[in-house]
């Protein structure tokens, strides 16, 4: 899809803008809670989304949307954004810098394009299928790590904030002490980035959403990691997603099982 990637890498860098520019005026920004009270969303994260759905309308008004905030609208043909307008809404909300707009586009359901971008970090990770993973325009590629001793992952605890029995508590105290280091971020889309650069060799999360995963899925895949479910397949959503290294990706499937 020729011009796909100048078009969700302006796009995002300029809805991060925006998030940045609202947060500036705190006191103005208006935050609820969803389906659960640590489940934040806030007015920004509605006002971005439908600045992104409206520019992207124009460039591609046969597109469909998939947006965290405002669900789904069908388009005439098999293409779709699947959107997050703000992943890390509670870093957002407490002023932490780890925060991203992230901006999949579907083709046919799979995976083709994405871009994630960091605005407090300026940092815009993009890839297209079949043409390599990129940060900030330099090639990124998953890291050659193949032992949990020397591993730096990270993962998230989505599955507590919305409430479930079985959560990832139990495979954290598992798998903590085999590892070098553990990392919270709080953003999936910025956690799967991280492993597609290098600088994390795995990330884990149960209960994420298609929008968290959307961007990062591709950019991942086109550097090289491994992007499955914990069983290697594609049920990420319903079983759990691992992202790794491809030395690192079997040694965390086979802990969360
Ligand atoms: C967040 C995810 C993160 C998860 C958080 C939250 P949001 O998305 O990116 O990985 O652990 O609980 O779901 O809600 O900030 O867009």
Same mark, same amino acid.
């Not at 005026?25 to 103005?28: H, K, P, T, V």
């Given at each position: 899809m020729e011009n796909i990637i100048p078009l969700i890498c302006e796009t995002a860098k300029a809805a991060g803008k925006l998030a940045l520019e609202r947060r500036k005026?705190?006191?103005?920004v208006r935050v609820f809670s969803k389906?659960? =009270?640590?489940?934040l969303v806030t007015d920004v994260d509605r006002e971005v989304e439908r600045f992104i759905v409206e520019r992207l309308k124009k460039a591609t008004p046969e597109f469909g949307f998939i947006g965290e905030e405002y669900g789904v609208t069908e388009g005439s043909s098999g293409w779709a954004y699947c959107i997050? =307008?703000?992943?890390?809404t509670t870093s957002y909300v407490h002023g932490s810098p780890v925060f991203c707009v992230s901006i999949g586009v579907l083709k046919e359901d799979e995976f083709y394009a994405g871009a994630v971008y960091a605005p407090q970090l300026d940092e815009l990770y993009y890839a297209e299928k079949g043409k390599g993973a990129f940060l900030n325009g330099t090639p990124i590629h998953a890291s050659k790590c193949r032992s949990l001793g020397e591993a730096l992952c990270a993962t998230g605890f989505g599955c507590i904030r919305a409430g479930?029995?079985?959560?990832?508590l139990e495979y954290f105290v598992k798998i903590v002490p085999q590892l070098q280091e553990i990392r919270r971020t709080g953003s999936a889309a910025f956690d799967i980035c991280q492993v597609a650069a290098g600088r994390f060799d795995g990330y884990w999360e149960f209960y994420l959403h298609q929008y968290d995963i959307a961007a990062g899925a591709i950019i991942a895949m086109e550097a090289g990691a491994l992007f499955t479910?914990?069983?290697?397949?594609?049920?990420y959503l319903e079983k759990g997603l691992v992202c790794a290294a491809p030395g690192v990706h079997p040694l965390l499937c086979r802990e969360l099982h």
């Open positions: 005026n705190f006191e103005d389906e659960t =009270p640590a489940d997050d =307008p703000i992943d890390g479930k029995e079985k959560n990832n479910d914990v069983n290697g397949e594609k049920e």
